[in-house]
């Protein structure tokens, strides 16, 4: 079975810039959740989605914002890009929403703004 | 909310077994003790949780202190493909704000010495 697929891989942009990153989950996941992780750091977390209803907000700003879809996935967007945004941007889906779901992490997509 | 506190890195012989341990002193009566790691260019990925009751899996045991302040990853024999960053979370067991999201530190990075 596919485990969490995420696209792109790799992106560069330049500050001011948006940018989309995608995400599909687990075939049968409801629960889709978004985490930045900065280099040397443990990864942040920013959304998470069930049933395309947002369940819980990180401590971000309001350029990030996301969505899922009738079919679970799932995107981030990020507007007005900063240098400080560059990270690996993780997705993680779950059964459903609930602390007693495992959560399954996608490879990310490394993020660099210039 | 509750912190964990680990050590920023741990060495181990190949083959050997592997006490990765995890201090929450201000844990709360209904969070879950979870422990993830993340190998190196990927998304990290669950190994065990427990709430009081040692735990068993396939990848490892989870011993908790009685009066769970603290608890100890156990890999009983550490092969090469261990090397990764260990990640102990405290996850909150009721419904809610906090109670869907992972919270990570900076984790325990393992090195296997072959």
């Known amino acids: 079975d596919a485990g969490v697929t995420q696209s792109p891989t790799h992106l560069i942009k330049t500050r001011g810039q948006h940018v989309t990153l995608r995400c599909s989950p687990i075939?049968?996941?409801?629960?889709v959740s978004w985490y930045q992780q900065v280099l040397g750091q443990g990864p942040q977390f920013i959304f998470q989605?069930?049933?395309?209803?947002?369940?819980g907000r990180g401590n971000f700003p309001d350029r990030f914002s996301a969505r899922q879809f009738p079919n679970y996935s799932s995107e981030l967007n990020v507007n007005a890009l900063l240098l400080g945004d560059s990270a690996l941007y993780l997705c993680?889906?779950?059964?459903?929403?609930?602390?007693?779901?495992?959560?399954?992490f996608g490879p990310g997509t490394r993020l660099t703004v210039l | 909310d509750a912190k964990t506190t680990q050590p920023n890195s741990m060495e181990s012989n190949e083959e050997e077994p592997v006490h990765l341990p995890c201090n929450h002193s201000?844990?709360?009566?209904?969070?879950?003790i979870h422990w993830y790691r993340q190998l190196p260019s990927q998304g990290p990925e669950y190994v065990i949780h427990?709430?009081?009751s040692n735990v068993n899996n396939r990848m490892a045991s989870l011993a908790i202190a009685e009066d769970r302040k603290s608890s100890t990853l156990i890999l009983h024999r550490a092969t090469l493909r261990d090397a990764a960053v260990y990640y102990c979370?405290?996850?909150?067991?009721?419904?809610?704000?906090?109670?869907?999201?992972?919270?990570f530190g900076k984790g325990t990075k393992l090195s296997v010495i072959p």
């Open positions: 993680a889906s779950s059964l459903e929403a609930g602390h007693f779901n495992e959560q399954f």
């Open positions: 075939s049968g996941h409801k629960s």
């Open positions: 989605y069930y049933e395309k209803e947002e369940r």
């Open positions: 201000t844990i709360s009566g209904t969070d879950y």
């Open positions: 427990g709430l009081t």
């Open positions: 979370i405290l996850r909150k067991g009721s419904r809610g704000a906090g109670s869907y999201q992972l919270t």
